[in-house]
């Protein structure tokens, strides 16, 4: 059974730090890797989508990694301001329209 | 392109009465829907998988008979919360998979706020 896993829990960073998130999984035969942002309340943002042959996406100050074989992932998130602060949350699926295994993310507090 | 609307965004109910959630996906079709629920400070946790044209496939735990599930159309997925509880109160997320375009990806609804009083 596959599980997720996001490191750390909770995370509070002085506006302007650059930031990396953490997510690994238990079984490495991914279809994609998906991050996401939650705000209090809300649904989920998508970020990035990795699919399972790529190593890497980015947009705007925003990177994730995929190392598919160690089972990790990254986010790394530029200059970070306070509109950052939200629930990161990293989910995989197994195979292509299958449901998506989410972890129980990380909460961020950026600090102005 | 590839917006999932839910709807209601919030509902409050009194115990013992049934809730229905729609989501829709609003310009593209979504063979299958995947239905997820939020406790609070918790992860999402897939409820079911809703397949347009076919029974839903629930989640081990998930009484299917509790949380009705309709997928009548591409675009339209419901989730009927029947005899709804104070421990049903949850967020409730609907996701869509998009049938062209990059498999495997979802979208997401906004989501549904249930308070059961």
């Known amino acids: 059974k596959q599980e997720v896993t996001q490191i750390p829990a909770a995370l509070s960073v002085p506006e302007g730090e650059n930031l990396v998130l953490n997510c690994s999984f238990t079984?490495?035969?991914?279809?994609?890797l998906q991050w996401f942002r939650q705000d209090p309340g809300k649904g989920l943002t998508s970020l990035l989508l990795?699919?399972?042959?790529?190593r890497e996406q980015t947009s705007g100050r925003l990177n994730a990694s995929l190392d598919k074989s160690s089972g990790r992932s990254t986010l790394y998130i530029a200059a970070s301001q306070p509109g950052d602060s939200a629930t990161y949350l990293c989910?995989?699926?197994?195979?292509?329209?299958?449901?998506?295994?989410f972890g129980k993310g990380t909460r961020l507090s950026v600090i102005a | 392109g590839a917006v999932v609307s839910q709807h209601p965004s919030r509902v409050i109910c009194k115990s013992g009465t049934s809730v229905k959630i729609e989501c829709r996906s609003l310009?593209?079709?979504?063979?299958?829907m995947f239905w997820y629920r939020q406790f609070p400070k918790k992860s999402l946790m897939l409820m079911a998988t809703?397949?347009?044209?076919?029974?839903?496939?629930?989640e081990q735990g998930v009484e299917k008979d509790k949380f009705l599930i309709n997928h009548a159309s591409l675009t339209l997925s419901t989730l009927t919360v029947t005899s709804a509880h104070p421990e049903d109160s949850s967020f409730y997320i609907c996701?869509?998979?998009?049938?062209?375009?990059?498999?495997?990806?979802?979208?997401f609804g906004p989501g549904t706020r249930l308070t059961v009083t």
């Open positions: 809703s397949n347009e044209g076919s029974k839903a496939t629930y």
């Open positions: 996701s869509a998979g998009v049938r062209s375009g990059r498999v495997g990806e979802q979208y």
């Open positions: 310009d593209f079709q979504a063979t299958t």
């Open positions: 990795i699919q399972s042959s790529q």
């Open positions: 989910a995989v699926n197994l195979s292509g329209n299958t449901p998506l295994v």
């Open positions: 079984d490495s035969a991914i279809y994609n």
